[in-house]
């Protein structure tokens, strides 16, 4: 078999840190409720994913922020272009994972 | 604004799952090069992600065995239907992350 070019992706595996950012825990939730709600204050997204702690929604929210995922004005969080243009991307792996992931293997 | 439901989403946050898979270095060019080069022997694979030290290599492949992602027959690794599958997410993620990750944020 010939051998696949895979050097300039091998090079920067970017999409293993996109992944990385999409598989941290409530993030994938965090940004559902951004896409399907819109733009939201602390409280409402506080009461839209009531499973997490203030605590941890604070800081996800800050890293999301420093990812320029998400951003904050005037006490508002929204999505920004790059965290809207991850839409596609959720809804696809949501497809798969709907299929494809049995309930036992949910954590 | 009023509350969004997902009581059904994040009783089982299945997709963050599927991106902890997929996020897991390595594992999205594996996939990559058994989606773009169909089955191949492991001599073949390691020589397509010549990054990858044989040793991570099985481990990784043995980790997707588990998940029934790729699946071991006469010797050619070779994606399962769980695994093709997947083909519609990874462009959509690198898509997404080759317009959105700059190559500093590459680890």
Known sequence: MEQIKVTEFSLCPKFEKAFTILGKKWNGLILDVLLEGGPQRFV????????VSDRVLVERLRELEREGIVTKESNL??????????EKSLISVK??????ITPEECS
């Open 95 to 100: 497809n798969w994972s709907e299929k494809w």
């Open 77 to 86: 969080y929204r999505l920004t272009e790059k965290g809207t243009d991850l």
């Open 44 to 51: 409402e997204l506080a009461n839209n994913v009531p499973e």
